[in-house]
C-alpha cells in the first residue's frame, strides 16, 4: 500500500513563529504536493516539486516555502505564521504516467493564534 | 484559467441513489477523477475516468461524463451511512503537468 504521512496531525503556534510540516511518502514517487483545505474553497494548491531539488509555485504560493532535499520527502514551511493561515495541510504524492492518480496524506490541522 | 465547480451539499436517505455533479471548464482535461475525504482523513480515490469515455461503473459507483457540457457526475447506489464524506471532483488537463485541479467538494449527508 502506498504510504504517505504527515509530521503531525494537530500543531498549534503562534503569529510570527517558523512553522516546519514534513511528509513523507514511502512509493518512490516522483511528484508530491502540498494543498491547503478551507471550507468552501476546496484544495488549493500551494508548491508541487517533481524532482528532487526541484519546486513549482501553485495557485497560493504567498506566505510559504518548501524543500525537497530527498525524493521521499517534501517539507512545507511558513516563514512567519499568521492567523490566516489556520488551515488544514494536505500533502500528496504521484508518480509520472499511469493515471496521475495522487495518493494523500491524513493532513495536518494547523492553527495560528 | 482552469475551474471545477461543485454544490456544497446533499443530503440523502440511506437505501436511495445519490447523484453528486461537477462541472469543469477546460476541455482538453484528459483524467477526471472522484475522491471521498471521510472526516479528519486525508482524500482517498475513489475511481477515475478518461476523458474518450462517457461512463465508467464499479460495483456501487457509475461515473457518466458528457464533454459537450463539461459535466461529471458519480452515482452511488444503495447509499449507506458510510457514504457520508466529503466527495471531490478532479481534473488533469492537457498541459497541466502531473497537477491536478480539485472541485470545492460536495458534502454528503446520509440519513436514516
Known amino acids: 500500500d502506498v504510504k504517505v504521512t504527515q509530521s503531525s496531525r494537530y500543531l498549534v503556534k503562534r503569529t510570527g513563529e517558523k512553522v516546519f510540516l514534513e511528509c513523507v511518502q514511502d512509493m518512490d514517487h516522483e511528484n508530491m504536493f502540498w494543498y491547503r483545505q478551507d471550507p468552501g474553497l476546496g484544495l488549493r494548491l500551494i508548491y508541487f516539486s517533481y524532482d528532487v531539488k526541484m519546486k513549482e509555485k501553485g495557485d497560493i504560493p504567498e506566505g510559504y516555502s518548501v524543500s525537497r532535499e530527498k525524493k521521499e520527502r517534501f517539507s512545507l514551511i511558513l516563514e512567519s505564521a499568521s492567523t490566516n493561515q489556520t488551515s488544514m495541510y494536505l500533502c500528496?504524492?504521484?508518480?509520472?504516467?499511469?493515471?496521475?492518480?495522487?495518493?494523500f496524506g491524513p493532513g495536518t490541522r494547523l492553527t495560528v493564534t | 484559467g482552469e475551474d471545477v465547480e461543485q454544490s456544497l451539499f446533499l443530503s440523502v436517505r440511506e437505501g436511495d441513489s445519490s447523484v453528486i455533479n461537477c462541472t469543469y471548464t477546460d476541455s482538453s482535461s484528459t483524467y477526471l477523477y472522484w475522491y471521498k475525504q471521510e472526516p479528519g482523513a486525508g482524500l482517498q480515490l475513489l475511481t477515475y475516468?478518461?476523458?474518450?469515455?462517457d461512463m465508467k461503473q464499479d460495483q456501487r459507483l457509475t461515473v457518466l461524463l458528457n464533454k459537450k457540457d463539461k459535466h461529471l457526475s458519480l452515482r452511488i447506489a444503495d447509499t449507506q451511512t458510510g457514504d457520508s464524506a466529503i466527495y471531490f471532483c478532479a481534473e488533469r488537463f492537457t498541459g497541466g503537468g502531473n497537477k491536478l485541479t480539485f472541485g470545492t467538494g460536495t458534502q454528503l449527508k446520509v440519513e436514516l
Open positions: 500528496a504524492s504521484s508518480s509520472d504516467g499511469d493515471s496521475y492518480e495522487q495518493y
Open positions: 475516468i478518461f476523458s474518450n469515455m
